[in-house]
């Protein structure tokens, strides 16, 4: 039995033999590139397995710790899914990845790209990713930090008496309720304590928050606009991967762009606020700039801040070494 010819095929066509041959010879091109392209792009593949269409299922059923249980030190290829993924474990090659700024993409969902924006230092690379990480890299230094902590302290130690005050409000109040009916004190307890835990969620988040706005970036809140900010943050954060980005009303991608728009009108204000005192300061103790993210120690801070007569303050009281943000301004 011979081969078949192009006339067999004609029948699937429903055409003529001259464009049947043209289909044929168009579908044996692409397919003998993708062929080429694959050898050539498989060819510089760790080894491992890429099963197709979905690989990866049975970590599900195994447990997700066994990923990168693979015996000696290569990467491996796999498909997670759908994603065909290289894992990496080696300490030198994870250091090898993540310090070399050009030899890696980033790859995120869109909505993360849009939320984030593409001048953020998650998004930027090459000279501009470098610049950024040099520029915060000694604001985060051990030293750095340190200097953070009188701060950090400060705000903790006034939210953990508020919340002990509450506490011990709610505990009076559920005792009173218990005399006042005999035998329903255990389950008043209980109902105290569940109606207690979503006030407790968004005490917590608000604690975060205001550390990291006050201490950290050196903006200056409110109560109340720490709690439209906090707010406003987490409906953000909730947005921050939504499968479609389309700003369609409704939609938790529409709710956190307007919540973006709104967490950065806040923040232009304060950092306008900032270069203004930035200003004031340069003006009347002379410019620091030289000292801006040095990663100076207490003792350093403390002088810097005793002879230009400017500190920070949190909740009223004195942050030692100054924030992030005082500290790219050369406040501290």
Known sequence: ??????????????????????????????????????????KRLPPGKLEWPIGGMHFFRDGFHTMCSFPGDVPRKMRLILRPTVLVRH?????????????????????????????????????????LRRLLGPCFTQQAVDTYLPAIQAICERYCAEWAAA?????????????????????????????????MQKQARLLTFEVMSQAVAGFQFT?????????????????????????????????????????????????????????????????????????VGKADADSSSSSNGVSGSVGGGAVEGGSVMERLLGMR
Not at 110 to 131: C, D, E, K, W
Not at 174 to 194: C, E, I
């Open 167 to 199: 506490t011990a409000s709610a505990s009076a109040s559920a005792t009173t309720t218990a005399a006042a009916k005999p035998g329903g004190g255990d389950a008043a307890a209980v109902m105290d304590d569940v109606e207690l835990l979503p006030k």
């Open 223 to 295: 109560p109340q606009q720490l709690e439209r900010m906090s707010d406003a943050f987490d409906t953000f954060t909730r947005g921050i991967f939504s499968p479609l980005p389309l700003a369609i009303p409704g939609t938790a991608f529409a709710r956190a762009s307007a919540a973006r728009r709104f967490i950065t009108a806040a923040l232009d204000q304060q950092v306008a606020r900032t270069n203004l005192a930035s200003g004031m300061h340069g003006a009347a103790g002379g410019s620091q700039a030289g000292n801006a993210c040095s990663g």
């Open 1 to 42: 039995m011979g081969l078949p010819t192009v006339a067999a095929f004609l029948p699937w066509f429903g055409t003529s033999a001259p464009t049947s041959v043209a289909i044929l010879c168009v579908l044996s091109t692409v397919l003998l590139a993708y062929a080429a392209t694959r050898a050539r792009t498989t």
């Open 91 to 131: 300490y030198d090659q994870i250091k090898m990845l993540l310090s070399a700024d050009d030899l890696t993409e980033v790859n995120w969902p869109r909505a993360t790209a849009i939320m984030l924006g593409p001048n953020s230092v998650t998004f930027t690379s090459g000279a501009r990713h470098r610049f």
